[in-house]
């Protein structure tokens, strides 16, 4: 039980997380035959077990396999090679090999066997360690190859492979490869954990010499496919096995933000794993020349600043082209808004250039996608898309009315003056909770309803929240405005799959997605509609678990993220349709011309590390409250001029 290790799914960088991710997706909320070679204590299967599936595992040591039997349906005692023989008919929807298949002499006919025993639609999935890491290539430089415990030169290991040779192995047994997800490692954390002993200065003389992007992959999630013609396995999976996908550079204003995890990180991420690109996310101030001269394509979000214009005309001036993405109808804001309304004002004729020199404007919906074509943007609809795996979700009992909580959450002001009177007459009458996350809840406290108040959180955080509730209601208010209508249902997305039943106003674009009384509720924006509705699923939890469920599978099949991926990878071959011919007509930046639009962006960096600045907004409050706030707005024109 060398590797045995806790599961901890919310570390994403992880091969446990990334196996059990590949299983569930391929499952959905499908109750699976799962066979885990090399199954250990049952540790990994038993989270697998913990969602209803069926797992057996197979295990040569003694006292590992008994320990497993106590957690897993079923253990076999020895090799997989046996289990074929003992059990011909056995059929499952996943067969995992959890860094196990370099310990085998004959890795190739093991995966052609497993052809046999895997349902009509099931996969292999399994994790294998990357020989190539930069650590190991440092051994090599320092003229050794030394054994370890653990790790990628594990003593017990047979095969040792690299990114393209683990795709190469499956394609000699006959499997279309879907992914390659990598999980990635510092030098010096795989320097402690295998204890390798590398010299320090060896190990950053040959980083510099490095000119791939897999150095820091320390392991490789791969899921798989048998093809019905298994000798076409090697040409189908070339273009992966060949990593000559398109990199993009994402500049953001914020990486860390949620919308940047939503419409890009998730969905991108997802992309290099399907179809072998390759993704860097930066702050729009620190784009460096390799920056610049490494990315074939760049994203630039939401925010149409001067500095942004002036990246872009550099970026294209070379060659370069550049996608600017946009979640909100901007040039149309309600009045609610009002924050945002004189901000944008001052950037419009900026956000306008912007989107008409992009050479795409990807959108969320197709309402905004019209509305952005009439301001000249060449719009391109990537639909928000959530990872449709949950390890828990809201549980709905038969409990008291007041055990029974309402949710209403949101990161911006969103109009929830005709939800107030609903609010206050069912918490009266019932006793309901209340939980608001994010700027609703002063709006809702200031009302005279008892609320649970929570900040916002970060993405992760958020759909764990969701989760945890129990016999919780989601409660989405929305105005009839153009702005609202050409917004995504994503808070629809995330309540289904963290299992609660959602009521929305019934306008575009949860219109679009719920069919009234069957996978939600659909409301007219009136009181006593509010009223009828909450206390319909406040007192009625088989109901709520009606809606929930049926939710849950829209989302998972309509909206998981590999049709946000494939959406990505739809536009990114309409921009550019041959890779060797696009790179060929790349001229290269020279640093003078990025030196200048540094200045410009630097700029930028010192504005935005104030805007995160406490201390910042701290001396604003004292120069308000001594001198008033003329003098704070001459301040900050003052500081914005200088940079």
Known sequence: MLYESKIDLSVKNNSHTLAYDAITSLLNDRQGRILEVGCSSGYFGASL???????????????????????????????????????????????????????????????????????????????????????????????????????????????FFTRGTAIDMFSDAGYLVHHVSPVRLQAQQVDALCHLGLNQKMLYDVSKLVQDDQAYDFQ???????????????????????????????????????????????????????????????????????????????????????????????????GKKTIFEIDDLLCDLPHFLGHHISNFKQNRSTFDLVLRKSDAVTVTTERLADALREEGGQTFVVPNCAETHMSEVCVHTEVP?????????????????????????????????????????????????????????????????????????????????????????????????????????????YSDVIQDGANGFLCQNTSQAWIEHIEALVTDALLRQLLSREARKIVQIEFNMDIAAGRWNALIERLVPDVAAYRKSLTTIPLIEVASTNRRLSKLKAIMRTLFNPIAYNKAFDLLREKGPKALMLKILYFVSRG
């Open 49 to 159: 077990r913990a969602c209803g599936h069926v797992v057996w595992g197979i295990e040569p040591n003694q006292s590992a396999a008994h320990a497993a039997q106590k957690l897993l349906d079923h253990v076999y005692e020895g090799f997989i090679q046996s289990f074929f023989n003992d059990y011909p008919d056995e059929r499952f929807d996943a067969i995992v090999f959890g860094d196990v298949l370099e310990h085998l002499v004959d890795p190739v006919s093991v995966l052609q066997k497993c052809r046999e025993f895997l349902s009509a639609s099931g996969r292999v999935v399994a994790s294998i360690p990357n020989v190539s890491h930069l650590a190991i290539r440092t051994m090599l430089a320092e003229g050794r190859w030394d054994y370890s415990d653990l790790g990628i030169l594990d003593r017990t290991h047979l095969r």
């Open 220 to 318: 490789y999630v791969l899921s798989a496919e048998p093809l019905i013609n298994s000798a076409a396995a090697p040409e189908r999976n070339g273009k992966l096995k060949a990593n000559l996908g398109l990199r993009l550079v994402c500049c953001l204003p914020d990486p860390e933000m949620s919308l940047a995890e939503i419409r890009l990180r998730q969905p991108l991420e997802r992309w290099t794993t399907r179809f072998g690109g390759h993704v860097r996310i930066v702050p729009i101030y620190q784009v460096t020349l390799e920056d610049m001269r490494w990315g074939d394509i760049f994203v630039f979000q939401r925010e149409a600043t001067p500095q942004v214009l002036n990246l872009v005309n550099l970026l294209q001036s070379h």
């Open 401 to 509: 009315a007041d055990q029974v909580s309402l949710l209403v959450g949101s990161s911006d002001r969103i109009l929830v003056d005709f939800l107030v009177p609903a609010l206050l007459d069912i918490q009266t009458r019932l006793g309901v909770k209340i939980i608001a996350v994010g700027p609703p809840a002063q709006k809702l406290a200031a009302a005279g309803l008892v609320v649970q108040s929570h900040p916002n959180m970060s993405y992760h955080m958020f759909k764990s929240f969701v989760a945890a509730q129990s016999n919780c209601i989601g409660l989405i208010p929305l105005d009839n405005s153009r702005f609202s209508s050409c917004k995504s249902p994503i808070k629809y997305f995330d309540y289904s799959l963290g299992g609660i039943p959602s009521i929305c106003s019934a306008l575009p674009p």
